[in-house]
């Protein structure tokens, strides 16, 4: 690689320096303790998974051309330039993270590798290394918004097909997905498919809440791919329409990721406050059921039921108690993980790697923890708000031999809710 490429690479890392990233960079005592956190380190005890050398190979840049050390004798001090080698090493560390910050957690100086590896992902990205398929399906979601108008009937013609099951299961020939409805407040994003839009118009119907449906969907894969602007503009979408309509608040699907973007990172990349909340959707439902606007039934699960802690929903986004409320609220027997919570394990499918194919056998592979602690719970049910998580445990489900079923919450509380056509075999389909 030429000294100027390396030298425009390194300019990545100079943009992306602030006092936060310069001190993760500087006061890593090497510990190790972090190893012990890391589900992929744990699972394969490869030491290119160790926390700590991940960020050391963003460490190595910095020392080359930020310290008079690393600049005058590199090889004394592991400095290193951005070459074909150590991108090659970036690539495998950062896009096999999951960006679950369970090493951070554990790190006595919290040190987050997962803000380090997203500078790791932009020096790639100026290279023209970042991950293809993470890269076009980014892509993909812009395409969709800049031409919105090739779309928008197809989009409200399935939106249609939806309604008509929703009328099925309330029973109610009345009951609607509104769309761009100037007022209302609420604006749902859903996940594409049937499946994370029916059980929440379902919801809202029964909740007699004033609602509109996105015409874009949450998930957001400039985020994965680790390109800061087209993850802002891909969030725009509907954040825009929000201000457009003049809602009160953004409820985000079951989806982990993008309920962290919208929630935690769209103020600092736009620039200005929002107008309006956002929220996840089992706050909402969490409100509904114990302020009695919807009613579920305390004995519909029998089965042992357990929850999965998303980390981008619960480690990273603060929500821990609404899912238990609301899967003790309809199951029997609840059987809570150990370690849960803040502690909890990853399941091994975020960062994008559901959708990197490149990466299936080392996604399970790195999922047997999981796998471990469902068992230990003798669950037949497993519950979790977030898609790629319910993707990687139906992945081990069917690997490992786990014998369980894989559910959303939404699609439990709606098993649960007395429905006046709850006769209707109706079936969310993606």
Known sequence: ???????????????????????????????????????????????????????????????????????????????????ENLLDELYESAYACTGCRRCMYYCPFSIDTAWILSVAKAILIAAGKGNEMLGQLADAALFKSDNFEMFKDVIVDGFKDIELQVKELTGDPDAEIPVDKQGADILYVALAGAHSILPAAV???????SWTLSYFEAANYGYFFGDAVKARQIADRFMDEAKRLGVKEVVITECGHAYRVAEIFHEAWS??????????????????????????????????????????????????????????????????????????????GGGGLVAISEMDEFRLKSGTIKAEQIKATGARIIASPCENCRLQMEGLNDSMELGIEVKAIMDLVLEAMPLAGSSAKVTPTD
């Open 1 to 83: 690689m030429e000294t100027q490429q390396m030298t425009t690479l390194a300019g990545v890392l100079d943009k992306k320096m602030n006092r936060q990233l310069k001190q993760y960079l500087d006061i890593c005592a090497r510990c190790a303790i972090c190893k012990d956190a890391c589900h992929q380190y744990v699972a394969t005890q490869d030491f290119k998974y160790l926390p700590a050398r991940r960020a050391e190979l963003i460490r190595q840049i910095y020392k080359k051309y930020f310290t008079k050390t690393g600049e005058f004798v590199p090889a004394l001090y592991e400095a290193r330039d951005p070459d």
């Open 203 to 209: 919801i809202f119907h029964e909740a007699k809440a």
């Open 271 to 348: 620039g200005e406050k929002h107008s309006f909340k956002v929220r996840h959707i089992l706050e909402v439902i969490d409100e509904y059921i114990t302020d009695g606007r919807i009613t579920v039934r305390p004995d519909a699960i029998t089965e042992p039921v357990t929850y999965h802690d998303p980390c981008q929903v619960g480690r990273n986004g603060g929500i821990f108690e609404q899912p238990r409320n609301i899967v003790c609220a309809l199951a029997s027997d609840f059987r809570d993980m150990t370690p849960n919570r803040e502690q909890q394990w990853c399941c091994g």
